[in-house]
Structure formats: C-alpha cells, structure tokens
C-alpha cells in the first residue's frame, strides 16, 4: 500500500508569506495527525483528524496555523502569516480508527523554512 | 506535565557491538510505548512497539527494546551495531486515554566502522 504523502518536501518562504503544507495520508486511515519539529528539538503534536472532525487540536501554536481535512481524506495544514519560529520539519501521520494497539505511519515531513 | 526524555543527544558505538539508546517517561495511565528511527532525508520509521505482555519486544532490523514499569523506562537495544544503523532514534509515548504521541528529542547514533 501506498505510505502516508507529503508536499512539499522542503519550502522556503519569507517572514509574512503564506505557505500551505499538503499530507495525503494512507487510504482508509481515518485518524490524521500533524506533528512539526522546530530546531532540533523534539517532535511536537499539533493537531488531530478524526475522518473530517478535529479531535484534538491542543497543540496549534496560535491562530496563524489553520488546518483542514476536506472530505476525510487528504490535509492541509496553512500558515499565515508565517514567522521565524515556525521553521522546522512537520510531519503528517496516519492510522487506523480506533485506540488500541494501533501503529502511526509517518510521512517524510516537510522541511519549511522562513526567512 | 506528560513527557518523554532521551538523556543522550547522541551515542558513539564501534560496528559490531552492542548498542543502548536511553528513554524515560513520565505519563498517565498504562501507555503504549514506540521507538522511530529516522534516516538522513527520510520520513520517521517505525522500529517497534510495547503494547502489553512480554516486556521484550522485537521489532525491525534486530532492534529490540525492554519496557521496565518501575524505572518508567523503555531502552532500545541492539546486540550488534551495524553503520547503517547510524540515524536519528525518537521514542515517542502515547498515555493512557489518549491518542497522541509524546515524543523525546531524539538520540543521534553514530556507528564508526
């Protein structure tokens, strides 16, 4: 089967642009996650799908970050207007319905860096 | 507060011996414990996973890790190291309830030949 699909994989904007992040997660997979990782730090969770519903959005840094699961399938993930602290790889994730025993499958992350 | 620490930023092991890469937690409830592995311009692997049952577990490329309750610690090991094992090593926890991961900041390693 297809992994879970990131694009861009690297994106260069400057300060006060916006840039959308893509996550095509894997097909069926109702549970949609996003992560990011700023300045080698550890891997921070932003967000979570449930199909089309935000389950958990605890993590969003703040207003300028606005994400969207259209449909239940594919996810963005927009910021705007996009500020220095917000470089870093963000990584998209899947899995299964359901808490038990389930796996995550990580995409290949998005490197975004704002300058 | 939740939260996971890997003590090491990065480990140095010789090829062919045996390999430690340290994990503490401090979460809620029974978690579910992981270990990723990421390879220089690739997504996060997953190596392996603690559910329940034995606490040692097995997981991908000879890598296996050892859940001890009472040190809240969950150590990922290898028995022989190998230089394309060198990588960045995340343990990520998910606590009771919820379904999130709680992630360390990694643990570089370094296998020299």
């Known amino acids: 089967e297809a992994g879970v699909t990131q694009f861009p994989s690297h994106s260069v904007i400057e300060k006060g642009q916006t840039v959308t992040l893509r996550c095509d997660p894997i097909?069926?997979?109702?549970?949609l996650y996003w992560y990011r990782r700023v300045m080698g730090k550890e891997i921070k969770f932003l967000l979570h799908f449930v199909k089309e519903s935000k389950q958990d959005e605890s993590g969003m840094p703040n207003n300028r970050f606005l994400a969207e699961r259209t449909g239940g399938t594919y996810s963005t993930l927009k910021v705007q207007p996009a500020e220095l602290e917000d470089s870093g790889v963000y990584f998209c994730?899947?899995?299964?319905?359901?808490?038990?025993?389930?796996?995550?499958?990580f995409g290949s992350g998005t490197r975004l860096t704002v300058v | 507060a939740q939260s996971v620490a890997q003590p090491e930023d990065q480990v140095n092991v010789a090829e062919g011996n045996p390999l430690t890469v340290k994990c503490t937690y401090s979460v809620s409830g029974n978690p579910y414990l992981f270990w990723y592995v990421q390879y220089p311009n690739r997504g996060l692997q997953f190596l392996l996973k603690?559910?329940?049952?034995?606490?040692l577990v097995k997981g991908s490329y000879g890598f296996e890790a050892e859940f001890n309750k009472s040190q809240t610690s969950f150590h990922l090991k290898k028995p022989s190291a190998l230089v394309s094992d060198s990588a960045l090593y995340f343990c990520?926890?998910?606590?009771?309830?919820?379904?999130?991961?709680?992630f360390g900041a990694g643990t570089r390693l370094a296998v020299h030949p």
């Open positions: 097909s069926g997979h109702d549970n």
């Open positions: 603690y559910i329940t049952g034995d606490n």
């Open positions: 990520a926890v998910r606590p009771g309830g919820y379904n999130k991961l709680i």
């Open positions: 994730a899947s899995s299964l319905a359901g808490l038990r025993g389930q796996s995550y499958t």
